[in-house]
């Protein structure tokens, strides 16, 4: 490439340190007018219901323009058109409101990822800077008008992605690349499934899409709200500063069990019953068992009405019943349906016999008198989601009922409690008992929908929970990311189509990822022999990463196992970044015991605040996470501690993105010797 003279790059440099310092200034002039606004929003508003909502839209604005000084305010620059714009992590103007550092989601921001020489998008040069804690220390310009293009052989660019892990995740805006910023731009009418092997960057894709949506249809996202759905806390707690950074501040993160999480779970299953409870079949043995408490009417109604009597004949009844559920509602939404059509047929005979027509009062009376209550409760009973699925799993006649062609005897006996409840609300539920009360309140009520949905590590999603977070985006998108090779639970997804189906995107575009940039080459190859064995149609994952480190320590004696692995933890604080001791879960304390006794204080995975660098991470949980050295210890252990113990490998190999260490006594499983 041709390059400046050094005079003339020092004084580039010093011209971008310049314009870093006036756009902190202009961002922070931004924030103080958005404080004054909010600490007058009370006077200015008409009404209190008017302060308060302005003054919540105040407060997220103050939020929004936040100012992290260790975080770039600007990570790159376009010339188009004898115009030059600085490309940052959101929108500054200077006092007259001309543009300082564009956002990097608009739409002039696209050409920063995917100009290229073969097409420039009308960009000459492109500009990317290195920062250290905040401070501009260095750039890198390829001149595309003179065909000079450097990729991912970039220098800046690679020190990013290969820079330390420490603390939560960070976000990528400054090294996504063109087939990533092609899913993150996505349309919000589309659903997309992110079939990415390790180290793609599928996470980060998902939360930057999330991201962009919300500052593409900002008031329809508002209204309607985007949603995170993670594996568990320690996974939200681990890309929880992602969005904020990026001035999104107001997307819901849940679990599953948070999401469908109606009453405290107090109960527990064997095995066999709580694969069913994941299983999509008990979703049409609770419709069963629900609209089984229909029953057709067969007396007729009479209503005292001062001097009038009106009286509904038995046919009448059976037709308003018949009709209503043909029209395939909601059960409490067709039971109010029913109570109004008679209700109007009693208005009718009013209307006829006294000239006039009744006023509400008179109508909410019929709505509540005692024939019409007696006869919705016979011909269509009031439920709750505790109820059902409390008489559908203590009365096995009930049960063999909605079960018949759907369930075995053992699969039913397997369900049923050995003893029922006082009552539904003193019932012990389990967690899979949870997604069955999701499922019955479902059938009961429409759930409102999120305008987006993004669910990660979703090829662990059990049947009954897609449906769970279907009803939750039945009117909006889903952006589905996971690994196939990743499935860990017993329901674990074979192929998306099923999953997709069962979250009622069945027409979603599955793309997949796999093109890694995070976990070195050495350590993918390593991950790359368990795939045969997994039983799934997945490509492997190819590393641009060539500078990590995989050291395998073979140990005689089982008894030196705790020692070897102090020795590789201590090697790897002689490194920067993050350090990740990964084990079976009933060796986890063992271990967190013996580095505190040896003075290094261990973590825990969902403890952000903590300065320790070493974390002691239970396999069961590391899905998601990322650290740059890994120390696993004992592979054979952890594949023999549960039926997809390999699954469950192959995702503690691939947590390491600079140097991965593996300590053994027992011998290795047998695809990691081949």
């Not at 910023?181 to 939360?207: F, Y």
């Not at 059509?341 to 006829?352: D, F, I, K, W």
Request: charged fraction near 25%; glycine fraction near 6%.
């Amino acid at each position: 490439m041709t390059l400046p003279a050094h005079a003339d790059l020092d004084d580039d440099l010093a011209a971008e340190r310049r314009h870093l310092a006036a756009s902190r200034d202009a961002l922070s002039r931004m924030r103080g007018r958005a404080e004054s606004l909010f600490s007058s929003s009370a006077d200015v508003a008409g009404d209190s219901f008017a302060a308060e909502t302005l003054g919540r839209a105040l407060s997220r604005r103050v939020a929004e323009l936040a100012d992290d000084p260790t975080t770039p305010l600007f990570f790159g620059k376009l010339d188009v058109q004898d115009a030059a714009y600085h490309i940052g992590r959101r929108h500054v103007t200077d006092d007259a409101g001309e543009p300082m550092v564009l956002d990097w989601r608009a739409p002039l921001s696209q050409s920063f990822y995917r100009a290229s020489v073969r097409d420039p998008r009308g960009v000459s040069t492109r500009r990317r800077f290195g920062f250290v804690k905040g401070e501009l220390t260095s750039f890198e310009d390829e001149h595309l008008d003179r065909g000079e293009e450097l990729g991912t052989s970039s220098r800046i660019l690679t020190a990013e992605i290969e820079r330390p892990r420490v603390g939560p995740m960070r976000d990528i805006v400054a090294t996504i690349q063109p087939e990533q910023d092609e899913l993150v731009r996505a349309d919000l009418e589309d659903s997309i499934c992110v079939q990415g092997a390790p180290g793609t960057g599928k996470t980060a894709v998902g939360l930057h899409r999330a991201a962009y949506l919300l500052y593409v249809h900002r008031e329809r996202l508002r209204r309607s709200g985007v949603l995170i759905v993670g594996p568990n806390a320690a996974f939200l707690s681990y890309i929880s500063a992602v969005l904020p950074a990026l001035g999104e501040v107001e997307v819901q993160q849940s679990t599953v069990d948070d999401l469908v999480a109606r009453v405290p779970v107090k109960g527990s299953d064997s095995d066999a019953a709580t694969l069913l409870k994941h299983d999509v079949r008990l979703a049409e043995v609770l419709r069963r068992a629900l609209w089984s408490r229909l029953a057709k009417p067969t007396e007729p109604i009479m209503v005292s009405d001062g001097s009038y009597r009106w009286r509904i004949d038995a046919e009448p009844l059976r037709r308003i019943v018949d009709e209503a559920r043909r029209e395939d509602l909601p059960y409490a939404v067709g039971r109010e349906r029913v109570r109004a059509r008679v209700v109007g047929l009693l208005q009718r005979q009013s209307e006829y016999r006294t000239g006039n027509s009744p006023g509400e009062g008179w109508l909410r009376r019929m709505a509540k008198v005692a024939p019409v209550r007696d006869f919705l409760d016979a011909s269509w009973p009031a439920v709750t989601p505790e109820a059902l699925v409390v008489a559908l799993l203590t009365d096995a006649a009930l049960l063999a009922s909605a079960a018949e062609g759907i369930l075995t005897a053992d699969e039913q006996a397997a369900l049923l409690w050995p003893k029922a409840p006082k009552t539904p609300k003193s019932a012990r539920f389990s967690a899979a008992d949870l997604l069955l009360l999701d499922e019955a309140a479902g059938l009961l009520e429409r759930e409102a929908s999120f305008g987006h949905v993004v669910v990660d590590e979703a090829q662990d999603l059990s049947p009954m929970q897609a449906r769970a977070i279907a009803r939750r985006s039945e009117h909006g998108s889903i952006t589905l990311l996971g690994d196939l090779a990743q499935g860990t639970a017993p329901w674990a997804a074979a192929q998306w189509q099923d999953t997709l189906t069962h979250l009622g995107k069945p027409d979603a575009t599955v793309v997949p990822l796999t093109v890694g940039f995070r976990v070195p080459a050495a350590v993918v190859a390593l991950a790359n022999r368990l795939l045969p064995a997994l039983g799934v149609d997945v490509p492997e994952a190819v590393s641009l990463r060539r500078d990590g480190d995989l050291t395998v320590v073979g140990l005689a004696d089982p008894a030196e196992l705790d020692a070897a692995t102090l020795v590789e933890v201590t090697a790897a604080l002689e490194h920067e970044g993050s350090v990740a001791v990964i084990a079976a879960d009933a060796a986890v304390d063992r271990l967190r015991g013996h580095l505190d006794a040896a003075g290094l204080t261990a973590a825990t995975p969902g403890d952000v605040d903590s300065e320790a660098r070493v974390t002691v991470v239970p396999a069961t949980i590391v899905k998601g996470l990322e650290y740059d050295h890994v120390i696993v210890v004992e592979p054979a252990e952890i594949v023999a501690a549960e039926p997809r113990g390999l699954h469950r490998l192959y995702v503690v190999l691939t947590r390491a993105v600079s140097r991965l260490s593996v300590v053994h006594s027992a011998p290795l499983p047998e695809p990691l010797t081949v």
